[in-house]
């Protein structure tokens, strides 16, 4: 499209977000030929008027908006030009793309969370591995043997730290969701907003700590310096590895960990 440059990374979003607003206001329409290119335009047209509005400097959700609003009587429209209603055709069903129920996006929601944490878990233990070797060093008060024994609990947290981030895998619903096949009735959807609120502010927070630890993490070395004999700057040298571990895991946990109730939603949801 020719907005592509200029709506950049959010016009997947925009697009995303369309089509959902055409399902939502088409539901009652049957799923025929004519019927479907006809919302293709319609997602044509939205498109190209978010792209005239983007290039007019509004923000993309202020464009979204506008345009979701000037396409509001999609229905009617399309009543006017005579498609068929979907009790005419297919009796009692009632949507083109099946809604989703409130069970199935609270698991949608929890595998995000576990997903999100094992792979924010193996990242974090891939950043602070070398950490362990210096604790053995430590221990074992700077001899061959403390060195061997931290060299395989490093390699250990690597193989694991690869291990959790290969294994994390995604939710059984992920491909639904990225493709938008599927609608939300209003209660829900006033749910998941209130619910991606409350995950944007924590994720917040929890950035803010990882952040703060991170740039903190030469303290323990600094006090393993006062110590004045090796091993204390060993030991202070695993303690600097241990927090940056810790902080990246705060990090990444809060970039994942908030997304999920905003991917069921759309970006930039402003119905």
């Known amino acids: 499209m020719q907005g592509y440059a200029r709506a950049g990374a959010d016009y997947e979003g ?54 979701q609003l000037e396409f509001s009587n999609i229905a009617r429209r399309m009543h006017d030009e005579g498609f068929t209603l979907l009790n005419e055709t297919y009796g009692t069903r009632s949507s083109v793309w099946p809604r989703m129920t409130e069970k199935e996006a609270a698991r949608y929601i ?31 008060l700077n001899t061959l043997f403390g060195a061997m024994i931290g060299s395989a609990g490093m390699f250990a947290a690597v193989g694991v730290g690869v291990y959790l981030i290969c294994a994390a895998g995604k939710p059984d619903d992920a491909e639904r969701v990225k493709k938008g096949r599927f609608t939300l ?26 952040i703060a630890v991170c740039a903190t993490c030469l303290l323990p070395a600094v006090i393993g310096l006062m110590f004045g004999f090796d091993e204390g700057v060993l030991l202070g040298i695993a303690g600097l590895f241990a927090m940056v571990g810790f902080g990246v895991y705060e990090i990444v946990m809060a970039n994942k960990e908030s997304k999920a109730a905003g991917e069921l939603l759309g970006r930039n949801d402003g119905k």
Do not use: W
């Not at 030929?33 to 293709?40: F, G, L, Q, S």
């Not at 969370?113 to 430590?138: D, N, P, R, T, V």
């Open 14 to 67: 925009a697009s995303l977000e369309f089509k959902r607003f055409i399902l939502d206001k088409t539901v009652m329409f049957a799923s025929e030929p004519m019927a479907d290119a006809y919302r293709v335009n319609l997602l044509g047209e939205m498109l190209n008027r978010f792209d005239e509005l983007i290039g007019q400097g509004m923000t993309h959700m202020t464009a979204v908006n506008r345009v």
């Open 110 to 140: 929890e595998q995000s969370s576990e997903c999100a944490h094992k792979k924010s878990m193996g990242i974090a233990m891939l950043s602070g591995s070398l950490g362990i070797l210096f604790l053995a060093q430590s221990v074992f």
């Open 185 to 210: 009735d209003p209660k829900l959807r006033k749910k998941l907003r209130q619910l991606k609120g409350l995950q944007e502010k924590k994720g917040r927070k929890r950035r803010a700590k990882g």
